[in-house]
DNA sequence: GCATATAGTTAAGCCTGCTTAACTAAAAAG
DNA sequence: CTTTTTAGTTAAGCAGGCTTAACTATATGC
């Protein structure tokens, strides 16, 4: 029996325990290719939405304008972006991920798995399936919960 | 039967729902406060890892000792930290949250936790017994990895 | 077709974060 | 007791990120 309180409290404490682990691997992967956090989080942003223009940049990230174009300029400059005018409206960009940003990105993402792996090599199957199990319950709810709100 | 990868399939995806959902909400709440993010940072180390030196910070985030100093100056100017000599030894400083601080940290962390209240909330008794026994199986097991690092 | 709105760029100016180098003061080593 | 190491501060200088304001170019509304 595990009631509301409690498995907040374990639900919680996973949460500690994943984010510190997670933050110090990207943070020092971020350091270690040289980019800002900011220049990294427009990265993550194209890896996960695709292509954008700059004013999504902006809207997201609560910036002016003007701060996600020369943001842009830098990501173009170091070669991490490509930047194309649309072709259904010639006043906007759309920028998008270089393959040399895609493989940025997605090597920082590997390291981040390659945890999760050793984590579940630690499970025996029966540990595997009600972990398995439990987490697609918390992954719905939480799109769930999304929906919502 | 949840197999190894099968399993690392549903872990990664929690874990993006997670992380995207969790960065969303810390990028918020460090730019209502008005803070940097490395200043958010070494309030979030104080606040899980207690007070420390100026040398500690810069061991942890990988910049320089004249830094690590600046920044701390500049979060005792926010009245967000405290920096007392250490009495064991006298050259040494240590900085610790000051309650304004501990405030600021704690009401982020609220937030984040609300979600998993809400999470939380939508379950019934069955799923959150097996969500708890999932997440104390992860927990642990991550436990058992830093250890063997 | 002309006025207005929208997408983005550029420049000036400010603040933060970082580095290196020079410094003070205290502890440890000999 | 002197030398060396350690902890931290300060100053100069650079780069990044941000803002506002002025600007260009395209799209939209009437």
Redesign the pocket.
Known sequence: MTDQAQLSRIIRKWMDTFMHRSMRGWSHHVKATG?????FSILMQLHYKGA???????DR??????????????LVQSGLIE?TE?P????????KLSSKGKKLIESGIEQRYRWVDELVSNLNAEERTKVGAALILLTEAAAKLEQTQ
Chains 1, 2 share one sequence.
């Not at 954008?52 to 902006?58: K, Q």
């Not at 990230?61 to 830098?74: D, G, H, I, M, P």
Request: net charge negative; with cysteine.
């Open positions: 980019m800002s956090m900011p220049q954008c223009g700059i004013s999504e940049i902006s990230f609560e910036v002016s304008n003007a701060a996600a174009s020369q943001l842009a300029e830098r930047r649309d259904d409206d010639r006043r906007a960009k759309l920028i």
